[in-house]
């Protein structure tokens, strides 16, 4: 270890994008990439044109990108009031920040509000970025469980967590609408108690699956000035590589993550691609309801299978565990599964006790399907899946 380093940070390992694939070079386009959550579907190719040729003749690579980001932040919000039918004005660019990726609105956040002063809450499994990104900053992560059955918060742990008048004490509760790995909604139940979450203490919606879900806690912002809803360009809009994040929330708590942010935390290249996906957001969306239609199926024909438990989903992607898992504390049947279906072709991602499966074209769908059956056969050849 060097001398100079933290010696809390020795215990870190670096985030790892494709953990499955064993390598540090960019994975093989030859794998249906289903490990990610991304979009199956690059930016449309007229639309990279328009890119292109905004490259060409308005982007000056010598000069800094625009810092105050006003113009993306107005068309924004109007996707924001589009987005849940809320009048035309009702958010403004004063309701808006945008990140490198959610990632950095999320490191942001912890920097505003429990660098040096306060810890979070976070039910687990759920997003790992809240907990590795606070960690690096030396921030206690308080984590409490969920049902595992549905996949509930245990509300009862997270409200002894922040009423215990620990040391230090709960600064922000994270939670995902819908969750990432398990990909469920919040109920309306988790939503009363966020709603009663004392406003000394912060609530980060993240909504990064939003367009596959279709409810969005955006509306209740104005009743409460201590939230927060966090969304994404990598996902539904199909432009993971630029990295674009942004917020909503009250122009107060804008203003504080304004203050913290790097002044040019997005290329103008990003910026500009962001601006053409907003201009052009009901073409790039046009390919959820498909999405949506393709994970119905997917449950469905696995919903069945005696050696698999699925579970229903809100999101762009499946959570699955083995039934011998489930009974088996070492749960060692998805690593094999995990890699065969690798051998195979397919990356998903091995997590939480199960896999997570991105939904991907119909193509890779079916071929996904088809190598899951495989799989299962060889492992479990006396069941016919
Ligand atoms: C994918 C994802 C994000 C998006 O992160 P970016 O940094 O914007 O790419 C945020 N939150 C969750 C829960 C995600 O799954």
């Not at 070079?25 to 905004?54: G, H, M």
């Not at 113009?71 to 403004?92: C, D, M, Q």
């Not at 070492?330 to 690593?335: L, M």
């Not at 495989?374 to 069941?383: A, D, G, K, M």
């Amino acid at each position: 270890m060097l001398p100079f380093i933290r010696s809390d940070l020795a215990k870190f390992s670096a985030y790892k994008p494709h953990p499955g694939s064993n390598t540090a070079e960019p994975v093989a386009t030859q794998f249906d990439r289903l490990d990610t959550n991304e979009s199956p579907y690059d930016l449309p190719i007229e639309l990279k044109k328009k890119l292109a040729a905004n490259y060409e003749r308005i982007i000056e690579t010598n000069r800094y990108p625009d810092g105050g980001h006003q113009n993306l932040k107005r068309a924004i919000a109007g996707y924001v009031n589009e987005s849940v039918s809320l009048p035309p004005n009702t958010f403004s660019e004063n309701n808006i920040s945008v990140g490198n990726g959610s990632d950095e609105l999320i490191r942001s956040i912890l920097i505003a509000t429990c660098l040096g002063e306060g810890s979070i809450l976070v039910a687990n499994p759920t997003f790992s970025m809240y907990g590795i990104t606070a960690q690096t900053l030396g921030i206690p992560v308080i984590q409490v469980g969920r049902n595992q059955e549905n996949f509930e918060i245990d509300l009862q742990a997270a409200q002894t967590a922040i009423e215990q008048n620990q040391n230090p004490p709960v600064r922000v509760v994270f939670v995902v609408h819908p969750n990432s790995p398990t990909a469920n909604p919040l109920t309306e139940t988790e939503i009363n108690w966020l709603r009663k979450i004392p406003e000394n203490i912060l609530v980060v919606i993240d909504e990064a699956y939003f367009e596959f879900c279709q409810h969005s806690l955006v509306s209740e912002l104005q009743n409460h000035s201590n939230w927060i809803v966090l969304r994404t360009f990598s996902k539904a809009f199909r432009l993971a590589s630029m990295r674009v994040g942004y917020c909503v929330a009250n122009p107060n708590l804008i203003a504080i993550l304004e203050k913290v942010r790097l002044p040019y935390n997005l290329p103008s290249f990003s910026i500009a691609a962001a601006l053409i996906a907003m201009e052009n957001r009901h073409t790039l969306l046009e390919t959820i309801p498909q999405t949506i239609s393709e994970r119905i199926n997917f449950i469905e024909t696995f919903s069945k299978n005696p050696e698999l438990k699925i579970w229903q989903s809100s999101a762009n992607f499946v959570f699955l565990k083995l039934q011998q898992d489930l009974l088996n504390p070492e749960q060692k049947g998805f690593v094999t599964l995990t890699q065969r279906l690798k051998d195979n072709g397919t990356l998903v991602r091995q997590i939480s006790g199960g896999l997570r499966i991105t939904i991907g074209t119909p193509e890779e769908n079916i071929r996904t399907i088809e190598r899951l059956k495989t799989v299962l056969n060889s492992l479990y050849p006396q069941v016919t899946a």
